[in-house]
């Protein structure tokens, strides 16, 4: 690429702009999170239902498969920060709506449903955005090192902002974390409204076919990016929609029932936080391609032996490694992805990145649990944790 890697320690925290987002961010998601356990808990009140708690969970998942395209096109055309601004400033009206209805004891099943559909939407818009907008702050010396700390931040608010919730549910009325929730978008339009970039625009006005058309010739043409999507695809497919069959291990499996449903997430969690913080750390790899090729048989083989464990502490270590494997991966295919890409085919192709990686796992919940209506839910599991590990073989034979 011609370029000189920065390989300080955390290096894109020393980019101004990039550590007010950052940290801004992690504000932001932290609520979101905490927004999401207060939620499902005040859907429960409302129904006691499963069902309505996996629709509301679906409400705010399933504008990625319709919107992440759209947010591609716009994010080549138009300002990647304006677009950001607006999605996060419209961010604070349905947790602030939300929290005004909970309050008063108006709040019924149907609205809480769309405003997760609104702020799922918004996010949808928001998340390639977003992607694309990194180089733009830190460069491209430190572009994986700020998709590490980016991830860092997502699962340092995966495991706070539940905790938070819990906290709330427990002392306080539900409706604070929905009103927290709304606050915590305005930092991240603060820091926003002060950054000075260069706008990088240079999609012509071709049409939104056209314009599609052009990333996924860009893709086909590019075989090492077609490929690493095609690895990213399946194992978003067969492999990431293990953590929605967590309570049947817990409870089936392992006999440890909702406390060790807790640990079993929390260590995915953790897992997924130091492999972040490790590339933080790390400054930038060297050998993408082999660490990448190492992540990809690690992730389905500590899947497969989790899936096949009878033994909690073994469990416990799986997930561990699984979290950290899947986010080493994921990290550097993002970064590798961004670097190859031209300037102003960028957002589309994230976008096409986010609908592989993000819009595939709620398809392969559905797939996966369709499946295991006919047979053992086990085999169905173990045979996608194979069928990733063969592609994870193959990808480190290249």
Not at 147 to 168: C, D, E, W
Request: include cysteine.
């Amino acid at each position: 690429m011609g370029c000189s890697y920065d390989r300080r320690p955390f290096s894109a925290l020393y980019v101004k702009g990039f550590r007010a987002f950052w940290l801004a961010q992690l504000l932001s998601l932290s609520g979101t999170w905490m927004h999401q356990t207060c939620q499902a808990w005040l859907v429960y009140e409302l129904t006691r239902s499963a069902f309505y708690l996996g629709l509301t969970g679906a409400a705010f998942t399933v504008p990625i498969l319709v919107f992440s395209l759209l947010a591609g096109l716009l994010a080549d055309r138009y300002s990647k920060r304006r677009i950001l601004l607006l999605t996060q400033a419209f961010s604070t009206l349905p947790p602030l709506l939300l929290g005004v209805l909970t309050l008063t004891g108006q709040v019924k099943l149907w609205q809480v449903v769309v405003l997760a559909l609104c702020m799922g939407t918004l996010n949808a818009l928001e998340l390639p955005v977003r992607q694309s907008f990194l180089i733009e702050l830190v460069g491209r010396t430190r572009l994986l090192n700020a998709v590490a700390l980016q991830s860092a931040a997502f699962n340092t608010a995966r495991m706070a902002g539940p905790v938070i919730g819990g906290i709330i549910i427990s002392r306080f009325d539900v409706s604070l974390a929905f009103f927290l929730n709304s606050i915590s978008f305005i930092p991240v339009v603060a820091v926003l409204r002060r950054l000075d970039l260069p706008e990088v625009l240079s999609m012509g006005h071709s049409g939104i076919l056209g314009s599609l058309k052009e990333a996924v010739q860009f893709i086909y043409r590019r075989r090492e990016v077609l490929y690493l999507l095609s690895v990213v695809f399946s194992f978003s497919l067969l492999g990431l929609p293990y953590i929605h069959f967590l309570p049947l291990f817990a409870e089936e499996v392992l006999h440890v029932g909702p406390k060790g449903l807790g640990m079993l997430m929390g260590c995915a969690g953790a897992g997924a936080l130091s492999g972040a913080l490790v590339l933080s750390y790390i400054g930038e790899i060297r050998d993408k391609r082999r660490y990448i090729s190492y992540a990809a048989v690690v992730f389905p083989s500590a899947l497969m032996l989790f899936f096949f464990s009878k033994s909690y502490p073994l469990s416990l270590f799986c997930l561990y490694v699984v979290g950290l494997s899947v986010v080493s991966l994921l990290a550097n295919v993002n970064s590798t992805i961004q670097l190859t890409v031209r300037d102003n085919l960028r957002g589309r192709v994230m976008s096409i990145y986010s609908l592989v990686f993000l819009g595939t796992v709620p398809i392969g919940s559905l797939f996966l649990g369709l499946l295991s209506e006919w047979l053992p839910y086990l085999w169905i599991l173990r045979a996608g944790a194979f069928i990733c590990l063969v592609i994870g073989v193959r990808l480190l034979l290249r």
